[in-house]
């Protein structure tokens, strides 16, 4: 204390041989050694106090001497403290960076899963813990797991995340912050909850806490695991947390009040909308001086494009489903249509009857043959039998004719009930009307149609028939892709594979001649066999193959200024 005091040099021998120096009363030193204590300085400031011992056979004026070595030494502790101060700093320094790095990032994290991923993987990086779950809080004031750091996804019906949950409910019920220790002296139902999540995951010690931020309609949280017994302390009301508690509960709010702004922003009326006209708003200002040159090479650009952009040429027309198998019902003769057996949408198996004709005519003329040819017969057997053999031939020669044409009324009876020629549905409308009509011979009655099989005839015109058998004539299969009106909702697709399945003559359909592609045996998909009808209605597009737009464009040109201009 002496030589702190006055900073001067002081020589104390060993006990008995006297002190010389600055006066120093007894000042013990049974050491068989003689001290040198000097003061340790650097411009001036005092660094502190180094002791040398020396042999005792040294004269004084030679301790002073070695002893000056000693002033060197302040240099270089100096030196070494300034060092220790510059690494200090530069760590602190680190520190700060690492902070402002967290809520730079909180800042540019826009969407609520990025900002909570974000949230407890750094939150867990910087506290130096094992585990950081963020809770949110929604509805009745239950706690659901909303990010958990180092996972992506999250099984929320596991036990460990209902654990987590009830845990942070438990914990947060009574204090937003909270510290809890396995073995600390708690509640039955936490320690039980604590040791689960041992078991579970080694936590020893977890800190729970519900930052700033939040509303009463929807509150975060964040907890903090550690295997570390004690790594969290427990937070007493009215204590001040020790720092590491301190920079944790700063994160905490800091991750809250970016959280519950993003919730926030995200629940406003025509939020994307006004993104979108803000962000167009800055692009205009910032591109006006560059504008020409922008709008030149955008123009090159698109013109690059067209020229190297391969793109499909295809060929539209409109499309109708027909069934595959298809029969008309035809009367085989004239008559009075006496019932309709059927309606439209009834199922008819193969030869069922599905009109019944008037045969009271048929049937009387019928009665009459019959008794004409017993009395035939009766004169036959009375000439047979009076020999008269020529009158015998005679009736004989009728009674046959009249055989022929009682079997030509049963025939024609039989086909007073026509029947369908297939299994299928009736497809004509208002067939009932025909009941009391009077039909003819061969005149159409009804049309049935088997709907297990559908085909799909595809309009082309006339100026892409020729594009369609160019494409053809190459050997490959042209896609055909095409949806329903009734079904717009489901993409269909099928083939043309050959020239077979083009019409072989053009249609009139309105001002324009068409040519018809018959697609037969189309697949359909199960969901929709069952609902489809004859006569639907919808867009096909025939793909002829890939050529670049400029190509396509050119060809498209040239062919309209040959037809109209050029012949």
């Known amino acids: 204390m002496r030589v702190r005091k006055t900073k001067q040099p002081l020589v104390v021998p060993p006990a008995g041989r006297g002190v010389s120096g600055a006066a120093f009363e007894a000042l013990p030193n049974a050491t068989p050694f003689t001290w040198s204590l000097r003061p340790l300085r650097f411009r001036g400031e005092f660094m502190g106090i180094g002791l040398l011992m020396f042999r005792t056979d040294l004269l004084p004026a030679e301790v002073g001497e070695r002893s000056q070595v000693m002033d060197w030494v302040g240099h270089y502790l100096s030196a070494r403290q300034l060092h220790a101060v510059s690494e200090q700093a530069a760590e602190r320094n680190a520190s700060l960076q690492r902070f402002l790095g967290f809520s730079s990032g909180l800042i540019r994290q826009l969407g609520g899963e990025d900002l909570a991923s974000y949230t407890v993987n750094e939150v867990r990086r910087l506290s130096g813990c094992n585990r950081v779950s963020l809770l949110r809080r929604e509805g009745r004031g239950d706690w659901r797991v909303a990010a958990v750091s180092g996972s992506e996804e999250i099984d929320k019906g596991s036990l460990v995340v209902k654990t987590m949950e009830a845990m942070f409910g438990r914990m947060c019920a009574t204090a937003t912050v909270r510290g809890l220790n396995l073995g600390e002296p708690t509640s039955e139902e936490e320690e039980a909850l604590l040791e689960q999540m041992e078991n579970l995951g080694d936590t020893a010690s977890v800190l729970a806490c519900i930052p700033e931020g939040g509303d009463e309609r929807v509150g975060f949280g964040l907890m903090l695991e550690s295997s570390e017994p004690g790594f969290f302390p427990e937070v007493r009301p009215g204590e001040n947390p020790d720092r590491r508690l301190q920079v944790t509960l700063w994160m905490a709010n800091q991750a809250g009040l970016a959280l519950g702004e993003s919730h926030r922003n995200s629940a406003l009326p025509l939020r994307r909308l006004a993104l979108g006209l803000d962000q167009a708003r800055r692009d205009w200002r910032e591109t006006r001086r560059r504008r020409p040159y922008l709008v030149v090479a955008v123009l090159l ?131 009932e009307l025909l009941r009391g009509r009077v039909v003819t011979l061969g005149e159409l009655l009804c049309e049935v149609a088997a709907l297990e099989d559908w085909d799909l005839q595809v309009e082309i015109e006339e100026a892409d028939f020729g594009l369609v058998r160019r494409a053809l004539e190459k050997g490959k299969a042209l896609p055909v892709d095409y949806i329903l009106q009734a079904r717009s909702d489901i993409r269909l697709r099928t083939q043309l594979s050959s020239e077979g399945q083009l019409s072989q003559m053009a249609y009139v359909n309105q001002t324009r001649n068409v040519f018809y ?48 201009w050029a012949f």
């Open 517 to 564: 592609a018959h697609l037969g045996g189309i697949d359909v998909p199960p969901e929709l066999r069952d609902r489809l009808r004859p006569g639907f209605s919808g867009r096909a597009k025939i793909a002829l193959g890939r050529r670049p737009l400029a190509v396509v464009l050119f060809g498209n040109f040239a062919a309209y200024v040959r037809y109209h």
């Open 301 to 431: 650009a698109l013109f690059v494009v067209a020229m190297l952009l391969p793109v499909q040429r295809k060929v539209e027309g409109a499309c109708v489903l027909v069934p595959t198998r298809r029969a008309p019902v035809v009367a085989e003769i004239g008559g009075r249509v006496a019932e309709v057996l059927v309606k439209e949408g009834s199922v008819v198996k193969s030869g069922e009857p599905v009109v019944r004709l008037d045969v009271e005519r048929l049937t009387t003329e019928l009665r009459v043959a019959e008794r004409e040819i017993e009395r035939l017969e009766a004169d036959a057997r009375r000439y047979r039998a009076g020999e008269d053999m020529g009158g015998f031939r005679v009736v004989s020669l009728q009674a046959e004719r009249a055989r022929e044409q009682a079997e030509q009324l049963r025939l024609e009876i039989g086909f007073a009930n026509p029947g369908s020629p297939i299994d299928g549905v009736v497809l004509t409308k208002d067939v």
